[in-house]
């Protein structure tokens, strides 16, 4: 019994970021490529997002040639096997406001979306700084914040403080402060409805990159490392990483870090001829998978 759909879709791809921003102080051990993604939620008479990737716009021009990003593709293209329109997406759990994750707030007319409220509020307050605490503003589109305001002034961005429960029945919204960044939020799914889920999934946001952060590369003897890039503090992501493990009844594989490029060993996965993954973590009662034949 599963209420929804959980699928992963690759958008675009970073072509190469040092293994140090994906795992603090592993310097000097090469490059990785890494996958640029969102999460389609499909209940029965509900279609959400967890974040919405970046608009390929020329504001952005400059992250896409700084990050080398490459194939990136609309969501049209990315949500047409589905024969879901952008337009149709009813509901977006904002993790956090990073361009990958949030600049894409534009190509989703009908959204309702979701962030917590630090998450917002912290960034406005960084924006105000002198220029010479810039580096805080890394992988941050000023442009999207402006465009979040706008939302909440046309009633389409809800702050939240704190925890939210039931989102959508089952969906729960957990925040992890000053972690990757000050008001980051990841999204649990209890996919059989229960309050006490066996059947749950957490969706990591940025708080991973990748399942190394959860077991230290040593599967006998896990340890959380975590990532590189933090505007809050080490410590504060270390124990948020327990939390979304415990959030997985200590399940580590149910907890899925979307920038992961090996997703597509663990799960059945197809690619389509754009180049692109479709992730297929769970197929709802009322769905049929995606890539099974
Ligand atoms: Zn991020």
Redesign the pocket.
């Given at each position: 019994m599963s209420d929804y759909s959980i699928h992963i879709l690759e958008y675009c791809y970073l072509n190469e970021i040092p293994n140090a921003a994906l795992n603090y102080g592993r310097h000097n051990t090469g490059m990785a490529k890494l996958p640029f993604c969102y999460i389609l939620l499909r209940g029965k008479d509900s279609v959400a997002l967890v974040d919405v990737g970046h608009n390929n716009s020329e504001q952005m021009a400059k992250f896409i040639t700084d990050f080398d990003i490459r194939n990136w593709r609309t969501p049209q293209e990315v949500l047409s096997p589905f024969g879901i329109k952008p337009e149709d997406v009813q509901h977006v759990f904002l993790?956090?406001a990073?361009f990958?994750?949030m600049g894409g707030l534009a190509l989703f007319p009908n959204a309702k979306f979701y962030i917590q409220e630090k998450e917002l509020s912290n960034w406005i307050w960084t924006m105000t700084l002198d220029r010479r605490f810039r580096w805080l503003m890394g992988?941050i589109d000023t442009s999207d914040v402006l465009k979040a305001v706008e939302l909440a002034r046309d009633g389409r961005l809800l702050l939240l403080k704190g925890r939210a429960d039931d989102i959508l029945p089952g969906i729960d919204l957990v925040p992890a402060f000053d972690t990757?960044?000050a008001g980051?939020q990841y999204v649990v799914i209890r996919n059989d409805g229960q309050a006490n889920s066996s059947d749950t999934w957490v969706m990591a946001?940025?708080l991973i990159y990748q399942f190394s952060n959860l077991d230290g590369g040593d599967e006998k003897d896990p340890y959380y490392h975590p990532i590189g890039?933090a505007n809050g503090s080490q410590e504060k992501l270390i124990f948020a990483m327990h939390d979304l493990v415990e959030a997985a009844n200590g399940d580590r594989t149910r907890v899925i870090p979307a920038h992961e490029a090996r997703l597509s060993e663990r799960f059945p996965t197809r690619e389509e001829s754009n180049g692109l993954k479709i992730i297929e973590l769970a197929v709802a009662d009322c769905h049929q998978s995606m890539v099974m034949a």
């Open positions: 993790t956090h990073h990958d994750h992988s990757h960044s980051s946001g940025d890039i």
